[in-house]
Nanobody, 118 residues
Framework: QVQLVESGGGLVQAGGALRLSCAASETIFNIRAMGWYRQAPGKQRELVAL???????QYSVPVKGRFTISSDNAKNTVYLQMNGLKPEDTAVYYC????????????WGQGTQVTVSA
């Protein structure tokens, strides 16, 4: 069973930066997109950033201009560079890989905590 392993979370002061990484435990074929989601306490999980297999990117409004998503398709790895962090960015961050030709498969990481202090 494919597992996504995340790393890079932690505690940082407002204005600081963190880089999240997510690697698949084995090769995933027919990747459509890779992304990062986050879930704050008492809130629903929301999309943060997405990168398609063709390299197109999409960002949520709160993080646009501060976060950058990138990927290494050969390594089935996705990154999230987070700059200018704010207390409201505090959440558990999950990586996601969407794959499949006819059927869609979604793989999720276990989540990594990001805490931004004021």
């Amino acid at each position: 069973q494919v597992q996504l392993v995340e790393s890079g979370g932690g505690l940082v002061q407002a204005g600081g930066a963190l880089r999240l990484s997510c690697a698949a435990s084995e090769t995933i074929f027919n990747i459509r997109a890779m992304g990062w989601y986050r879930q704050a306490p008492g809130k629903q999980r929301e999309l943060v950033a997405l990168i398609t297999s063709g390299g197109s990117t999409q960002y949520s409004v709160p993080v646009k201009g501060r976060f950058t998503i990138s990927s290494d398709n050969a390594k089935n790895t996705v990154y999230l560079q987070m700059n200018g962090l704010k207390p409201e960015d505090t959440a558990v961050y999950y990586c996601n890989i969407m794959a499949g030709n006819i059927y869609e498969y979604n793989y999720w990481g276990q989540g990594t905590q990001v805490t931004v202090s004021a």
